[in-house]
């Protein structure tokens, strides 16, 4: 559970990077709402330079959409606008593949207005890092990255984000210890509205080695079990 609000009555929360086969097994289990946080890996289609994306509140339909679209990251951002769903980068400086650099963290500014700005597994100072670049973007600062790459920068004020914390808890050892905070939800509709209009911020602490070699055994694990 990486996103969740101050009250949770009605609904659930579940994030998992799996199938619509465990969604329905959740349904089966629960008379509550089911709203689902699903991490889906996505790629720049010209390197194959992957990243993280988590995506709130999603249908089966619309899942199976983002299932189809995540292999070009550019295609599935232009489906979550056009659609109004919830999304957020996570740990955006944390290199996924070998292929990421520099130039993706450009890339991921121009088409990404919120950030996981604490995880759980990771080091603190990458925590800060994220923040003390991402807090001190100029709208000179992202037109010239637009013009150098050849991105329309998403949304009105592209120079602003927000930002999610996310526990990024593989072993179950972590649940929760990093989350997202909005005011005060009665619905898992009123909730998703916080996020999209940036009504959030992030909570808990970050990471350091001793989780991350935890998620990255249960990982392991999990492939070979």
Known sequence: MSIVGRKVREWILWRSAVTTELMERWRSRTSKTLLSVVRWPTYFPEDGAKFHLLVTGVTEAQFGEIDRLRENICELLDYL??????HSLTHPLFRVNA???VEHV?????????FEGINGTRDPRAVDLVRAVFRNLTPDMIWGMAEKHGIDPVG???WIKTFTGGSDDHGGLY???VYTRTPEAS????FL???RAGSHEMAGSSGNSLALSHSFYQIARNYYN
């Open 187 to 190: 619905s898992a509709s009123e």
């Open 156 to 158: 009105e004020k592209p």
């Open 106 to 114: 450009e890339k991921i500014l121009l088409l990404f207005n919120r």
């Open 175 to 177: 649940i929760a210890s």
């Open 193 to 195: 509205n916080h996020l």
């Open 99 to 101: 292929r990421a650099g």
């Open 81 to 86: 606008v056009r659609k109004d769903i919830v």
